[in-house]
């Protein structure tokens, strides 16, 4: 009896395990000449959680990449949106915890609302809405797909033609049952090609994220792509909201967040365990058609 009862409990934690590694996962894929990075993130997984972390001091300041990995401590980051290296202002409007920390001015935005449901949404249309619909704004680009067909018009969203020079590449791309993709290209290439390799995966919206110097991805506990330089903003990921609430004054200054906190993030809080949250290792799970699952460590 004792014995089935620790079989019980063990094939119990090892399902648990897997659904919670199920919910990120991180891959290679290939097309053409071109090999990326890929991190899955599963959003019909109710307590995963993307959203937007800022440098240090928050809008305005610059740090290194793996600082603010190590900060916010997500299961994966991504460069987030361009920014002025004079000024470090990203070009974007940003929203963190449904409350707008930033205004940019160019660009197409990642949605994301508290359902976990992604959207691409154009600036125009979200300003006129005021965001009010979605606790995660990232507003990027320029967008790559729209509606599943290769679509890249700089001007049309406030980008100039310097961006088409051959460079790194970072993108986020919604695929079409749902799922985030977040892509990062170590050889220089075009827009144009990292399009075609997001399409192959299944990607219907894509937004091109920073790259060149900036080309930044953290996944599996690793360092796929280091930035020459600092950054301003990353989107991260979270396996759990447990993870996501925990790293709420690592995303952005506590002054900048909505006071009080999320009534969803208070209710949460207030059944989690005082213990900070503990990080499963990643499992061998079937990845979207064309990449290749690396073995956990």
């Known amino acids: 009896m004792i014995k089935q009862m620790l079989i019980a409990i063990l094939l119990g934690h090892l399902a648990s395990s897997l659904t919670l590694a199920s919910s990120v996962t991180y891959g290679v894929a290939k097309s053409g000449r071109i090999a990326a990075h890929v991190v899955t993130v599963n959003l019909a997984d109710a307590d ?11 809008v305005g300041k610059g740090e290194s990449f793996k600082s603010m990995v190590k900060r916010s401590r997500p299961a994966a980051a991504i460069t987030g949106t361009f920014f002025d290296t004079k000024t470090l202002i990203p070009t974007g409007d940003i ?13 197409s935005a990642l949605c994301i609302d508290s359902q976990n ?7 125009s249309k979200g300003r006129k809405q005021g965001w009010g619909a979605y606790e995660t704004v990232l507003c990027c680009g320029p967008s790559l797909i729209t509606r599943g067909s290769i679509s890249i018009s700089l001007r049309r969203e406030g980008f100039g033609r ?16 749902g799922k985030l993709l977040l892509v990062a290209v170590n050889r220089k290439t075009s827009f144009h090609a990292v ?13 091109s994220l920073d790259g060149g110097s900036s080309t930044g991805l ?3 506990g690793r360092y796929m792509a280091a930035p020459g330089r600092r950054l301003t903003n990353l989107l991260v990921v979270y396996r759990t909201f447990a993870d996501y609430a925990y790293a709420r004054d690592a995303l952005v200054p506590p002054s ?9 993030a208070l209710t949460k809080l207030a059944a989690l365990s005082s213990e900070p949250p503990v990080s499963l290792p990643d499992n061998e ?5 064309g990449l290749t699952q690396l073995s956990a460590r």
């Not at 449901?117 to 600036?123: C, R, T, Y």
């Not at 390799?197 to 894509?206: E, H, P």
């Not at 900048?256 to 969803?264: D, G, R, T």
């Open 95 to 107: 929203a963190v915890f449904g409350k707008v920390v930033h205004t940019g001015c160019v660009g």
């Open 162 to 177: 310097s961006l088409t020079a051959p460079a790194t590449r970072t993108a986020v791309g919604i695929t079409r049952s």
């Open 195 to 207: 399009a075609k390799l997001m399409r192959s995966l299944g990607v219907v919206d894509a937004l």
């Open 218 to 220: 953290y996944a599996d």
């Open 256 to 264: 900048m967040l909505p006071k009080p906190a999320p009534e969803s």
């Open 285 to 289: 799970i079937p990845l979207p058609d």
């Open 117 to 123: 449901k992604a959207v691409v949404v154009p600036l």
């Open 48 to 58: 995963t959680r993307v959203t937007v972390a800022l440098a240090r001091g928050g």
